[in-house]
């Protein structure tokens, strides 16, 4: 019973900088995981990174060194930094929480296009 709300979505220049936001509310008690997923044209739906309340994280190999996921001190708030945006990270980007990456809760998802 958790909703999910990503902000931060839009378009930009290949090289460019974009930062995503998702908030949650509601019961959080089956929450350990949030995490960023991605599904763009023509491609399956993969991980962009997650980060546990243990603080471990782990990325998704197309976007390691470009992209950083991190949390504030609210530990339902979770930010994804994206860096050296190339035009292949055009997707709509899902936030997501639960018991582990890819369970529980997902977004409506918030789009992100990377176009000159």
């Known amino acids: 019973q958790v909703q999910l709300v990503e902000s931060g979505g839009g378009m930009v220049r290949p090289g460019g900088s974009l930062r995503l936001s998702c908030r949650a509310s509601g019961s959080g008690s089956s929450i350990w995981v949030m995490a960023w997923y991605r599904q763009g044209p023509g491609k399956q739906r993969e991980l962009v990174a997650y980060?546990?309340?243990?603080?471990?994280?782990d990325y998704g190999d197309s976007v390691k060194g470009r992209f950083t996921i991190s949390r504030d001190n609210d530990v339902n708030t979770i930010y994804l930094q994206m860096n050296t945006l190339k035009p292949e990270d055009t997707a709509v980007y899902y936030c997501n929480a639960g018991p582990g990456p890819g369970l529980g809760s997902w977004g409506q998802g918030t789009q992100v296009t990377v176009s000159s």
């Open positions: 980060i546990s309340r243990a603080g471990r994280i």
